[in-house]
């Protein structure tokens, strides 16, 4: 009853505050494209939230209403550029977008490839408007930081940070924009950690300690970021912090870890407790120093208790980071088109083994391990379905395959689902996975058919008792 009313909270919270943002222009490079705005659902997962879509009509023009609640950091991804703006409620923007320039295959397909971030330029913006003044801020922050950064790895003894603050204060304070004003005053936090004129605890103190927690603003969330990373680890070396670890991998009890945290003055207060205890959390899933079940009871207990809509929402979006691929949770559902134009759902072939691969038919290794493939289906298709998504940009090209090949087993295109890339954290071709006909993960990721993967099948069937 309690999580109702929660997720019923962030519910009303979240429909009966928002205002409706207009975003148009003209851009006849992307027409016809389709263009997807985004913005950080919280940014400690960095798990991305849909704000709004639209096709861009074939004369260029397009038009887009977003609905917030408080000032947003919203990003488009366009191709090898990520354009982004700070957007307001009730406001309307007309924005320029880059010349179009499209990913390269090797770019389209590289999971480590980041694209390049451009502000967006609004046409009858003035010197007053939100995005004018942190774009000039930030071109003069960046050549300040640049040198600290510099000052600093030269180990100078004294860094100018002060006078480069001042400076900055004096072109910058006369502009009266609360969200601006925090902005800026994040930013010199951020100087000021780089160059160690204080130390976490200090800016901690200075920043964070009964201070209001700006849980959209990306400067005070980066500094924030910044200052509590790897907390958990730190602080257990300390004679306060030692009981860390049995509170995590021994007790699993929220309740023991928030005590001992509590002793560092710092977090003094409740809410900034609990945000630091998530983000120790998020950054322990990714280290291997705790047992991966512990943090996640932990966070379930997280879940139960917060009175904070804000930290539910970031406790559900670590737990669906982070078990997503773990063997015994559901992945991510996908409904994709195969190339006769059907939509194929995973929950198709519940009651049978998944071995779920991705794949381009452009992909040597992915063809070769076609061939192994196919004899290895005809020998298990009693129990098992092979499943391939293939990731090619045109689903012809996967077409031309099969009807050079007529292998019999599951082939999908990605093309109406691209983000399932991301639910399944696919970082090289061919990846595999074994799925149970329970539609949980068994072996996340699985081998390949030419790494012995028969054997490990053969030993979940005897275990399970399938065979």
Known sequence: MRLFALLFFVFVASTTYSQQVKIKGNAPDYANEELVFYRYSDYISQTEELLGRFIVLPNGDFRCDLSINETSFTFVYLGV??????????????????????????????????????????????????????????????????????????????????????????????????????????????????????????????????????????????????????????????????????????????????????????????????????????????????????????????????????????????RSRVTRLLPGFVPAPFELYNIKGELVSLNAFEGKYVYLNFCTASSYSCLQEFTILEKFYEKHRKVLEIVTISVDRDPNDLKLLLEQTNYQWTFLHYGNKPDIIKDFDIRAYPTYFLIGPDRRLLISPAMSPRENFEIQLFKVLRSRGDI
């Open 81 to 318: 550029h990520r354009l982004y703006l700070f957007i307001e409620p009730a406001k309307t923007y007309t924005i320029v977008l880059p010349p179009r320039e499209d990913k390269t295959e090797a770019q389209r397909l590289n999971p480590f490839f980041r694209e390049v971030e451009i502000h967006a330029g609004i046409k009858g913006a003035d010197k007053t408007e939100l995005n004018y003044l942190i774009s000039a801020f930030d071109l003069a922050f960046n050549e300040h930081f640049d040198k600290i950064v510099n000052d600093a790895y030269a180990r100078k003894k004294s860094l100018p940070t002060d006078s480069l603050v001042n400076a900055m204060e004096q072109q910058f304070m006369g502009f009266d924009h609360p969200f601006f004003s925090s902005y800026r005053n994040y930013r010199y936090g951020l100087l000021y950690q780089l160059s160690l004129m204080q130390k976490a605890r200090s800016i901690s103190d200075s920043y964070f300690l009964n201070k209001p927690i700006q849980y959209n603003n990306p400067a005070y969330m980066e500094l924030f970021n910044l200052v509590y990373d790897k907390y958990f680890i730190f602080f257990s070396r300390t004679e306060k912090g030692s009981a860390i670890f049995s509170n995590i991998t021994d007790n699993r009890s929220y309740k023991n870890l928030k005590k001992t945290l509590s002793t560092d003055n710092v977090l003094a207060n409740d809410s900034l407790l609990e945000l630091v205890i998530l983000k120790g959390l998020h950054d322990s899933f990714f280290d291997d120093k705790f047992s991966r079940s512990a943090l996640v009871a932990i966070l379930d207990s997280l879940y139960r208790s917060t009175k904070i809509a804000e930290h539910l929402l970031i406790a559900e979006n670590i």
